[in-house]
């Protein structure tokens, strides 16, 4: 097993830039069965729930090149398979995509239940609302669910979504796109990439509006035809640095991000004391000054990212006074982490989906296990803002969602380097 091993106390400085975000790609490579003919896609990050979906659609009959670093040419014209490999699709959450991309495509599906991080309860029936809400039987067991077109057909119809689920809205989308009728999502999630995901199915010939809003509206096509798509830097990966530096300190330039989708992120961090100004396509983000303390909920997009709720602990961790985390999407998500930042000297306590956390002068190196994606940044993030070596396990989570990490940090001038055991 692999691990990193982090000499802390060091503040970041210098210049970072931006992969493809995972969100965006673990969407937009599914939306690709949904086209006849060659689709180029450009900006996809080389991590490893990538390279698993990869596998899969090449495993479905889907041709794939990789011509240069960060470009994928797919053309899935020839794929006849509507189910995919199970043990690949156990590796990750969104292989749960398919569902929709070969409903979409075949008027049917088997997909194995996904896997991929476990920090929470995350039931798919608000998916499976919106494929029964399009006409579809369902058929949902422990370890799959199949889905064929019911009596009358599937069709666009009117679906009110419980909550603003990404993934729901997500697998309607691709559904729909090729379905006839007309389909209307209401409480529709309204995240950067669902934007994304329907710009990349409006330039291959869908007919999508209102992504972003409460209500998304798809008209079904007949067909997609191919072309080329930029995937949207990766706002979580931005976060994460900025929550580095400001817990580590120093002054970086990050690259290759949308300032407006870091919005919500870069509000509560000046609250904190870091200092960020926004460019066209970047933002630096400098911090020198003792931490403050700050209060932060999460919530689904425009508010405050539960994928950044654990990297925020860790400069709460840091800030003068008290500060308090409520998690409001997925409250069991504080388990894993706040125990190894325990260990490494923070002080947290945890009532319900209330972290409440009282500051601390200083982190201690440790040897500490990530939980999940986000939990293992967090991690990475407080190795590097304490004193002395700190050892992080568990590594493939972190690997599942961040590019060339360790290169990054020592571009920053981090001591971070991967070991393998």
């Not at 692999?2 to 210098?14: K, Q």
């Not at 932060?296 to 709460?316: E, I, L």
Request: aromatic fraction near 6%; charged fraction near 20%.
């Amino acid at each position: 097993m692999a691990r990193y091993e982090i000499l802390g106390g060091r503040p970041l400085e210098g210049t970072v830039t931006i992969s493809g975000a995972k969100n965006a790609a673990v969407a937009i490579l599914p939306a690709a069965l949904l086209v006849s003919g060659r689709c180029r896609i450009e900006n996809v990050p080389d991590i490893s729930d990538v390279r698993i979906l990869l596998q899969i659609l090449d495993h479905l009959g889907a041709e794939i090149q990789l011509p240069e670093p960060g470009v994928v040419e797919i053309d899935c014209s020839d794929v006849q398979r509507t189910r995919p490999d199970p043990d690949m699709v156990c590796q990750m959450r969104a292989s749960y995509y398919l569902m929709g991309a070969l409903l979409g495509r075949f008027g049917k599906a088997h997909v194995a239940l996904p896997g991929g991080c476990n920090f929470a309860s995350r039931p798919i029936d608000q998916h499976i609302k919106g494929f029964l809400g399009l006409g579809a039987i369902v058929d949902e067991t422990e370890e799959y669910v199949a889905l064929e077109p019911g009596p009358e057909g599937l069709m666009g119809g009117r679906i009110s979504l419980d909550m603003a689920s990404v993934g729901a809205t997500v697998n309607i989308m691709l559904a729909a796109s090729l379905i006839p009728g007309q389909t209307i999502i209401e409480n529709a999630a309204k995240e950067p990439h669902i934007v994304d995901l329907a710009n990349f199915l409006n330039t291959m010939g869908a007919r999508i509006s209102g992504a972003g809003t409460d209500t998304v509206k798809i008209r079904g096509v007949n067909c997609l035809k191919g072309g080329t798509y930029a995937i949207i830097p990766d706002q979580i990966e931005a976060g994460t640095y900025m929550a580095a530096v400001t817990a580590a300190g120093g002054n970086v330039l990050i690259q290759n991000v949308i300032p407006k989708h870091l919005d919500c992120i870069s509000t509560k961090l000046q609250e904190m004391g870091a200092k960020i100004f926004n460019y066209d396509d970047s933002v630096r983000i400098i911090r020198k000054d003792p931490l403050r303390n700050t209060t932060v909920k999460t919530r689904p997009y425009p508010g405050f990212p539960t994928d950044m709720q654990a990297q925020a602990c860790v400069c709460m961790s840091l800030a003068r006074g008290v500060s308090r985390l409520t998690e409001s999407v997925y409250e069991t998500r504080f388990f894993g982490y706040c125990t190894e930042l325990q260990s490494m000297g923070a002080n947290i306590q945890i009532s319900g989906k209330t972290a409440t956390v009282t500051g601390v002068e200083q982190l201690y190196g440790a040897t500490v296990c990530a939980h999940d994606l986000r939990a293992g940044a967090a991690l990475v993030i407080a190795g590097l803002a304490a004193e002395g070596t700190t050892y992080v396990e568990n590594i493939h989570f972190i690997e599942r969602g961040y590019e060339n990490l360790v290169e990054k940090l020592t571009g920053l001038g981090a001591k971070i380097r991967r070991l393998e055991d």
